[in-house]
């Protein structure tokens, strides 16, 4: 058996239909169910032995392996169950229950879907991979899993928001690695156009409360005229607080953009919830109103000193208010890849003509499962199809995706039949270490001086 006979048994048209009944399948983030039975079902069907990892029993993570022989790197397919967008998302997009959002179709060349897109195309793609190396007996040393993950997708517990449809990152890959899926490297079959990703940013998620020092005016005693940051309207106010914010937005992106071997990083920051007031009552000016930022943050940064330039935003505009950060989830940058690099390189050579793309700034500038697999020292790469289109239009080439199965059947043959050699435990590698600071010299003087 050769590797040339394990292709041979990846059929193009499996991959694409499985892609499909997987984007057919509706699972917005807290609803993974559906999507991970499936999953597991297929696995079963195909010969594997799947297992559930849940800390949620309707939120569950499915893995299966192929064992090796032993000797051999072992190796994580990993992509993510979760969609971005629930049917009841009425106060975040134009139209939630748009089609590109809850199914999938092929037309033309291209498959379509957001589901598919993000990310179960990939997934269908390492899974057909994963089936043939298993049908066709073809001996690995290493072990191989495939792993499909709930919560990757951010929904945060917050305020009266709580509970198990809230939570995300917490459910999915870190639960999965913590109850005995590990390996020496991990795959995380996330969109990057076939380039090689290797750093990402963390987040942070704050809290801004502004607040009035005027009493709760009912309407026909609103005094008029005042400016926007003394306005006894927190809403008003809070215009002010934004508008100060958006300035700063951009500074703190420019500041704090990181260039290395690994990619680029541009941090970006924004407003994407505003609380204040209710509809139904409506006859008086709030004297609270609050606004939810996203802020990513490089490797190694304190989020503590985000916090503290927010504060000073406030400050600026003089207006009161408090910053409460409530999410805190650090970025990594890959350490002791270099031989799932390598390989991904190899492998890539052998299906594509040209190299790796190089990959855009918004796709290494993003939170993704990687970041959880390099935390816990096991080193990841995302690389997987992706098209300029993919934001727009939800779709990318069908041939795209039956090549991802080949470079992907690639891949697992090559590294998990390099030898091994003695390995020492998890976090004691010393190409494994936890990702340190990536901030230029100066963004570090820059902090200190923020923080005297």
């Not at 029993?57 to 993510?80: C, K, M, Q, T, Y």
């Not at 040393?141 to 449809?165: N, T, Y």
């Not at 215009?239 to 290395?260: L, M, V």
């Amino acid at each position: 058996m050769t590797p040339g006979d394990v292709l041979k048994l990846i059929d193009p048209k499996e991959v694409v239909d499985l892609a499909l009944a997987l984007g057919n399948i509706d699972s917005p983030t807290g609803s993974e169910g559906p999507a991970g039975e499936f999953v597991y079902e297929w696995l079963g069907k195909n010969g594997f032995a799947p297992k559930k990892y849940a800390m949620i029993p309707e939120r569950f993570n499915v893995a299966a392996w192929i064992d090796g022989s032993g000797g051999g790197h072992s190796l994580i397919f990993n992509a993510h169950l979760d969609t971005t967008l629930r049917p009841d998302a009425v106060w975040s997009a134009r139209d939630p229950l748009d089609k590109l959002y809850h199914s999938a179709w092929v037309e033309g060349d291209s498959i379509y879907g957001d589901g598919v897109v993000n990310d179960k195309g990939p997934m269908a793609a390492f899974l057909v991979a994963a089936k043939a190396i298993k049908a066709s007996g073809y001996p690995l040393k290493g072990d191989l899993i495939v792993s499909a993950v709930c919560g990757e997708i951010s929904r945060e517990p917050i305020e009266e928001w709580q509970g198990p449809l809230f939570m995300s990152k917490d459910l999915g890959v870190r639960f999965m690695v913590t109850h005995g899926v590990v390996a020496d490297y991990a795959l995380v079959a996330e969109g990057t156009g076939f380039g090689i990703v290797g750093i990402e940013p963390g987040k942070a998620h704050f809290k801004v409360t502004i607040l009035t020092d005027t009493p709760r005016y009912y309407t026909p005693y609103l005094p008029r005229p005042t400016g926007l940051a003394d306005s006894p309207n927190a809403i008003v106010r809070a215009s002010a607080a934004i508008a100060a914010f958006e300035e700063w937005a951009y500074d703190y992106q420019q500041r704090n953009t990181y260039k290395g071997e690994m990619g680029t990083i541009v941090p970006k920051a924004s407003i994407n919830a505003i609380r204040s007031g209710y509809p139904y009552n409506l006859t008086s000016a709030p004297q609270v109103a609050a606004f939810y930022i996203d802020t990513r943050i490089l490797p190694g940064a304190n989020p503590m000193d985000v916090r503290d330039e927010l504060r000073r935003v406030l400050k600026k505009v003089g207006i009161e208010g408090t910053v409460e950060l409530f999410v805190y989830r650090p970025g990594f940058e890959a350490k002791g890849a270099e031989r799932l690099i390598d390989t991904i390189k190899r492998c890539h050579a052998q299906t594509f003509s040209a190299p790796p793309a190089i990959v855009g700034d918004p796709v290494t500038s993003m939170w993704r499962d990687t970041n959880a697999f390099n935390e816990l020292g096991i080193p990841a790469i995302s690389y997987a199809p992706r098209a300029q289109s993919h934001a727009a239009t939800k779709s990318f080439k069908v041939g795209d995706l039956t090549d991802a199965a080949l470079v992907y059947a690639r891949m697992a043959m090559d590294l998990c039949n390099q030898e091994r050699g003695t390995s020492l435990p998890l976090g004691a590698h010393p190409d494994r270490a936890v990702a340190a600071s990536v901030r230029p010299r100066e963004q570090e003087d820059n902090a200190d001086r923020s923080r005297r």
